[in-house]
């Protein structure tokens, strides 16, 4: 080989070596990009505001070594995860009138704590359970008024930083055994024991936590003796009306809200009232619309939707089917699958700003809907899960 054509030979190979390496380099830039776009998706997704350069560069090095999740977990950590992105998911479930302008109580601050401190959700209707502030110059928590969670919140205290494990037994003095956990915080009371005949606390717990309202679950197949006595079993001098309508929630709903035959809420004292042994007065309001209607005797409650369609619901074969009192039921529903079910879909709707609307976001539903209960019911995972999946939409 001439010494020009060995020359144009090195010549070649140094150009193809720098123009690898530039490739590679464009590549490195094009990736760290992405990853750090990836992160701040992430973030925004799960926090609502910008990230610090510092979180935003841990995340994107997590993200380039394939640890999305984990990443996503470390967005967690922001104080508007817990101020802004949970306070807005949970307060709607504390009134009737599902708003998210109410404000902070102690159902949305006790929920807050559970997911700070990884505690299992699955107990979220049955732990005697209290979260509170220590936050300096607030109204000590009270069983009879809001105001301790409405100063935090007016104060714009940190939630994640001052929230406290404590418990309803201690703070409100309701006996242990009576507590079950977000049913019996004073927030719940007021919306759902208040007046009535307690089954808008049965009905609100459906939908809150089994993402299902009574329509949803209708079943006119289940048997009517322990549906109450104010209920006609002639509406309107036509009993088509009760067999093909009222039977349908009614027969599932009233031997399960007997769990609640024990608690009101006091609109004088503005707290809930607990009375073991004694069936409250509006069990048996009503009672001439239908003589031989069920007669409420104790707090035992049975679940009839265990049989017929409503078996969908998915209820554990590690459960029994009946037991007494609002925690055993709390502890019931919470077993489900609906349960798990219905947290990631909310959480979905809350992350991706979406229901999850085809087949492939139905599979990763259900896919970290496994995980959650494999997790132990960390709901902190699942918007980890959830905001990795959804970051490029």
Known sequence: MSNMSLKNSRSSRSAATLGAACALALFAQLAAADSRDQARRIYDRIAGVPPTENVLAAMATQI??????QAALTATDSPSFYNVTLKNLVT???????TVFAPLND??????????????FNTALSADILYTSNAPSLP?????????????????????ATLVETTQSAVYGIPAAGTAGLITTRAAS???FINGTNRAMFRFTLINHMCRDLEQVHDTTRPPDRIRQDVSRSPGGDSRIFLNGCIGCHSGMD???????????????GKLIYTPGTVNEKYFINSDNFKHGFITPDDSWENRWRHGPNRNLGWSASMP???SGAKSLGQELAASDAFAQCQVEKVFKSVCFRVP???????????????????GYKLKQVFAETAVYCMGD
């Open 64 to 69: 380039a070594n394939g640890q999305e999740v």
């Open 92 to 98: 709607p479930w504390t009134n009737r009138e599902q």
């Open 107 to 120: 159902y949305t601050a006790t929920v807050i704590g559970m997911v700070r401190d990884d505690k299992p």
């Open 140 to 160: 000590a928590p009270s069983a009879s008024n809001n105001d301790h969670y409405a100063q935090a919140e007016a104060n714009g205290v940190d939630l994640k």
């Open 190 to 192: 007021e919306a759902f």
């Open 255 to 269: 031997p399960m809200a007997q769990a609640f035959a024990y608690y009101d809420y006091d609109e004088t004292q």
């Open 321 to 323: 089917a009946t037991g």
């Open 357 to 375: 609307g085809n087949a492939t976001d139905r599979a990763k539903v259900l896919q970290i809907r496994n995980d959650f209960i494999a997790s």
